[in-house]
């Protein structure tokens, strides 16, 4: 069975699936009785966007020590979100004014963005990750879809791959709050791209189908999806107040719009597929039934909306604990009856050939 996670896009509410993350590879030392357990060594392939890339790429990133193991725990990732959320999403006076006036380009500084993935990531390329993947972003000058693929920068090499800071600051870079992010690849091919939330904000849909295509005789009875959300919003927005604001003054609130129905739109899909398989079993999505005790905003990441926002993940994992103890103990369970070759080793062969 080929196992998948996939991590919601949702700005500084990457917090809640982080905090499941913890929950979750806690429960796997527990049950597995290794100290040393990771997300990365119970799924086959991962999917991200936006902040969910970010995860996905913190979680996949090999340590500088011993490449075959992850330099970040899932409680290490969460902490780039605590310990760096309100410094990314820091407002200068001048900006605030503009932002209040529907003026401003960029809300937040890119640079400071940047600075952290790079303390993050140093060089670390998408090739070196442990796991494959798939995360999204946007093209806006080739207006199509950009997926960063591991197997696609294993198997093709310097042109189609990038620095992991690079990968992340394409895939969340949100239109009005950060500016296009104009990336490079390792061969030097210019990329301008938008945050894959315009069109993947949930790439659970994307991942299933970059597994199918990759294994030609895996169909959806034979795959198991954890997708993990940033929180389904109720917020509604007055009728005239759209009516009355600027066009730049409620592209926020069109932006939040799109990304949840995009979100909710892909679970309902997914529900749908893995329902007329018969294996709805087979498809688990955790994220919280409501987002009334936070600011939802992106970019909400003052130091007391973040506290929230930690209230709100613990909460979300307190009521999903069972089912996370029981996805725990199947991941376990799995991995001991699954095969020890590796996932996307097929690749490695294809660019071995191509190198003769």
Same mark, same amino acid.
């Given at each position: ?12 509410? +990457? ?32 999917? /991200?966007?936006? #902040?969910? /890339?970010?995860?996905? *790429?913190?979680?996949? *990133?090999?340590? &500088? ?36 006036? /529907? ?78 992010? &104009? ?17 993947? #904000?949930?790439?659970?849909? =994307?991942?299933?189908?970059?597994? #199918? ?13 954890? =997708? ?7 917020? =509604? ?26 979100? &909710? ?27 009334? =005790? ?43 009856? +699954? ?18």
């Amino acid at each position: 069975m080929k196992k998948i996670l996939s991590i919601d896009g949702g700005g500084i509410r +990457g917090i809640i699936p982080g905090m499941i993350l913890v929950a979750l590879e806690e429960k796997l030392k527990r049950v597995s009785k290794d100290p040393d357990a990771a997300i990365v060594d119970y799924f086959d392939f991962f999917a /991200g966007t936006s #902040t969910g /890339g970010i995860l996905t *790429c913190l979680l996949l *990133c090999p340590s &500088e020590s011993d490449p075959t193991r992850p330099r970040f725990s899932a409680k290490a990732a969460l902490d780039l979100y605590l310990q760096h959320g309100n410094e990314i999403f820091k407002m200068s006076f001048f900006k605030r004014i503009r932002a209040k006036f /529907g003026l401003a380009g960029e809300r937040y500084n890119s640079a400071i963005f940047e600075g952290v993935l790079n303390n993050y990531f140093g060089d670390t390329k998408l090739s070196e990750l442990i796991k494959p993947c798939i995360i999204s972003a946007y093209n806006i000058e080739l207006r199509k879809t950009h997926f960063f693929r591991q197997q696609s920068a294993i198997a093709r090499g310097d042109a189609r791959d990038f620095y992991l800071r690079d990968v992340c600051r394409a895939t969340s870079a949100a239109p009005t709050y950060f500016s296009v992010a &104009e990336i490079h690849s390792i061969a030097n091919v210019r990329y301008p791209l938008l945050d894959g939330g315009v069109f993947a #904000t949930n790439p659970a849909l =994307s991942g299933l189908i970059e597994v #199918t295509r990759a294994f030609n005789q895996t169909r959806i009875n034979d795959i198991f999806l954890v =997708s993990l959300g940033t929180g389904r919003s109720r917020r =509604s927005y007055d009728y005239e107040h759209f009516k009355k604001s600027s066009a730049m003054a409620i592209v926020p609130a069109i932006l939040d719009i799109m990304m949840s129905g995009v979100a &909710e739109t892909s679970d309902f899909f997914l529900q749908q597929l893995f329902r007329s398989a018969g294996r709805i079993e087979n498809y688990i999505r955790v994220e919280p039934n409501s987002l009334e =005790s936070i600011k939802e905003g992106l970019d909400a990441a003052s130091a007391s909306n973040i506290e929230k926002l930690m209230a709100l993940g613990d909460r979300t994992v307190s009521e999903n604990d069972s089912r996370i103890t029981e996805l725990a103990r199947l991941l376990v369970e799995e991995k001991k009856h +699954g095969s020890t070759k590796k996932t996307w080793d097929f690749l490695k062969a294809v660019r071995s050939l191509g190198s003769l």
